[in-house]
């Protein structure tokens, strides 16, 4: 009896290990279409979706290759995000996997009407992260740009997301605007999100085919250009370059970028310098007219680059001289700037309202409703100061010597 | 049991449900002052904490359900005990709810709620046939853990940091901290510990052990409200169904120590287990003392099975019992916190008052 049940018990500890070989919904690689770009165009019955699915097959390094794309880029119409994605299953041979997503494209006419919806269906799908970089389109369709295959990265949402860094990290005239970041600015009253654009360069329909890439100089690429202005969660406009490296300086997105000063006194040329570092604060005041007013504090740290003057670097008078120039262009450069966007969007990118809310809010209260407007008129006050570090590695400028023998 | 234990269970009881569900609720009332309701939330359980120790020494050698019957007389105290059965059966089952709905809406999409909170239960049950002193041992072997995932939490999480978001400091003026720390302080249920004074060794630490379980478990669930409102900001936090988990899934250190938000589950998947399991004793003690059982552990079953029960009913869909906590929680968790205490502790004054008038009466 008791050898019975000691079997029975075996038995049944036996059984209980069958659970534990898996999980319920575990999902196999193999199974699996990884989704690693997500473009959304507007349709006039919803919404055109784009997925950009890897193909297996072809990403492998150690074989060579049949000569078929590494990517497979699928569209389909839905209602909504999810029914389009379900649709396109009467075409993927596989179950599409979202966790792996590198970017999130939208058409721009989408975005020009809005995005509330889509970002809606983004925050609450669970298998997707925080982790992809969302694009604005410029002037096409999603569609166009998950179209276009890239040299260098095999695949093309993979050079999308690392060029996004890279150019934000060295260049910052582009946006790397993560999901939660873009809801964060959009749902607190006193500040507008921007996001980045990218652009279709050259001709769309050969940058699909696979063997253009042969080429040294392929005639398709896919460019990051300038940020979009978003009021609310709609696209009001374009910012080019120098606009979009204020906005990223403003809200302290800054890590590195370059710059120049023409030289100072007579002589053409310039001096190219490098941001080494950049912090902006903003600091709400009251007016002389009793209206909430901002002082915009922004210190730079910079090096030499490159100097095209005869100007002697072994004076300190030199530095001192280039230093205010950079802050004076700085200054009228960014006040020129915030300017024009409060002019032509009334969208407060920069997050002005959002400081007013955070340093006063009894003020803020009163502006609350209609801070668009108000942020129109705004008096911003900025104020840069420069500090120049290193002049790299020779002292005197080569003009300089060149000339002096 | 000792004191260590108890300190890590009153840890693991205020820990429990609160670090999943009320960073949310905090930040929806008290927006950027969260974290000061918090502290708010922090200084009520001390008080009931207070509250609970006066009764506990005014009923020595008694649990909860024991008191009752002291002081409200056989019949009434009954009565009482099994408006306390039903509060603990009720946070019970919406603890296994919320552990179904948390792991199925966030990590195992496609698994039926029902084998989720099937395993976990038998996972208690198992847990409840072993006994109390076999949970506290177990929590002693959780704790290094929990702490240890939630320094990672922490720690990963630290240049996330965007300090303005703290600001503007009580915005609102102190309404919405103090209505917001109320709400947060119903989901402790310190009273539970009650139960479980008898079974300690000795009684010679206890009140440390209870109110540093409380305080550093407070502590923890402050840094979570806290970091919350730091790097999700107000908005976030207060429209995420789990913003504590949400901020699990925004660590990124140096594009290496990413997407550990699947690790991190065990934090929560262990602080349920231990209210859970503090729950489930409670009941047992409860259906003891109620039917006159002559050992606790005839209940485990019936109590898992009601259990069951309840948790497929109260958690029909995360709105509805976002609207009951929203609603009505408050209340009728006061009911059980603070009104039946006090009036347990009055009678019991009264009933000692009385026994001294007619000591002091009997000679003269």
């Not at chain 1, 097959?57 to 049949?66: G, I, L, P």
Request: proline residues 3%; hydrophobic residues 45%.
């Amino acid at each position: 009896m008791k050898e019975r049940l000691r079997g029975l018990m075996l038995a049944g500890l036996l059984l209980h290990a069958s659970l534990l070989t898996g999980c319920w919904n575990r999902r196999e690689l193999n199974d699996l279409a990884v989704v690693v770009a997500l473009g959304v165009d507007l349709e006039e019955t919803g919404y055109l979706v784009t997925a950009q699915v890897v193909n297996p097959n072809e990403v492998r390094s150690q074989r060579s290759s049949s000569g078929s794309a590494s990517v497979v880029t699928y569209t389909e119409k839905g209602v909504s995000i999810p029914d389009a994605l379900q649709r396109m299953l009467g075409k993927v041979p596989r179950q599409l996997y979202l966790s792996h997503l590198r970017v999130m494209v939208f058409g721009e006419s989408l975005a020009r009407k809005g995005l509330i919806d889509v970002l809606d269906y983004a925050a609450r799908e669970h298998d997707l992260r925080n982790d992809f970089y969302m694009l604005v389109a410029k002037g096409s369709k999603a569609r166009d740009v998950l179209s276009v295959v890239t040299p260098f990265e095999k695949i093309p949402a993979e050079s999308l997301f690392s060029s996004i860094m890279v150019s934000n990290k060295k260049w910052a005239a582009t946006g790397r605007i993560k999901l939660q970041h873009f809801i964060t600015v959009l749902d607190r009253g006193g500040s507008n999100p921007v996001l980045s654009g990218v652009r279709v360069e050259g001709d769309k329909k050969k940058g699909r085919n696979n063997d253009f890439l042969r080429e040294i100089r392929p005639e398709t690429m896919l460019k990051h250009e300038g940020l979009a202005v978003f009021r609310k969660d709609k696209l009001v406009g374009w910012l080019g370059e120098d606009d979009s490296k204020t906005v990223n300086y403003m809200i302290n997105n800054v890590s590195g970028t370059t710059g120049f000063v023409p030289c100072p006194g007579r002589g053409k040329g310039s001096i190219g310098v490098s941001i080494m570092q950049s912090k902006t604060s903003i600091k709400a005041v009251k007016g002389e007219d009793g209206k909430p007013a901002f002082k915009v504090r922004h210190v730079l740290e910079a090096n030499v680059d490159d100097v095209q003057c005869e100007l002697d670097l072994s004076d300190p008078g030199s530095i001192t001289l280039i230093e205010k120039e950079l802050e004076d262009l700085a200054r009228g450069n960014t006040a020129s700037n915030i300017r024009e966007v409060q002019r032509k969007f009334a969208s407060d990118i920069y997050g002005f309202g959002e400081a007013l809310h955070r340093q006063m809010p009894k003020e803020w209260a009163k502006y609350k409703s209609e801070w668009d407007s108000y942020f129109k008129t705004a008096k911003i006050e900025v104020n840069v100061e420069v500090a120049l570090r290193k002049v790299g590695s020779i002292l005197q400028p080569l003009k300089k010597d060149m000339e002096g023998q | 049991m000792g004191s260590r234990q108890f300190f890590i269970l009153t840890f693991g009881l205020t820990v429990g449900t609160s670090i999943l569900v009320t960073p949310s609720g905090l930040a929806a009332t008290a927006r950027e002052d969260a974290w000061l309701g918090g502290l708010a939330g922090y200084m009520i359980n001390l008080g009931m904490a207070a509250m609970y120790i006066g009764l506990v020494k005014l009923f020595p050698g008694q649990n909860l359900f024991g008191m009752f019957e002291k002081a409200f007389g056989k019949w009434a105290g009954k009565a009482v005990s099994l408006l306390y059965f039903v509060y603990f059966l009720i946070l019970a089952g919406t603890l296994l709810g919320n552990l179904g709905f948390f792991v199925t809406s966030e990590v195992l999409p496609d698994t039926p709620i029902d084998i989720v909170q099937i395993l976990f239960l038998a996972a208690c049950v198992m847990c409840a046939k072993t006994g109390i002193v076999v949970l506290a041992r177990l929590g002693e072997l959780m704790f290094p853990w929990i702490l240890f995932f939630f320094m990672v939490l922490i720690l990963a999480l630290l240049p996330q940091i965007e300090w303005d978001y703290i600001a503007p400091v009580l915005e609102g003026g102190l309404g919405p901290v103090l209505t917001a720390g109320f709400h947060a302080s119903m989901f402790q249920e310190l009273i539970v510990m009650v139960v479980f004074v008898p079974q300690l060794a000795s009684l010679r630490n206890w009140k440390g052990a209870f109110l540093g379980g409380l305080t550093f478990g407070h502590l923890l669930l402050v840094s979570v409200v806290l970091f919350s409102v730091l790097i999700l900001g107000i908005e976030q936090s207060a429209n995420s169904t789990f913003p504590a988990y949400a901020l699990a899934k925004t660590i990124s250190l140096g594009n290496f120590l990413q997407r550990i938000e699947g690790i991190l589950i065990a934090l929560w998947i262990m602080t349920f287990f231990l209210k859970t399991m503090m729950l489930f004793f409670s009941m047992m003690q409860g259906m003891k003392t109620i039917l006159g059982l002559k050992s606790a552990s005839y209940a485990v079953y019936p109590i898992a099975v009601v259990l069951l029960l309840v948790a497929w009913n109260t958690y029909v869909n995360s709105v509805y019992i976002g609207e009951v906590i929203q609603k009505v929680w408050g209340g009728y968790a006061m009911i059980h916190l603070v009104a039946i205490p006090l009036l347990t502790g009055a009678s019991g004054l009264l009933r000692r008052r009385m026994k001294i008038l007619s000591e002091n009466a009997e000679p003269t």
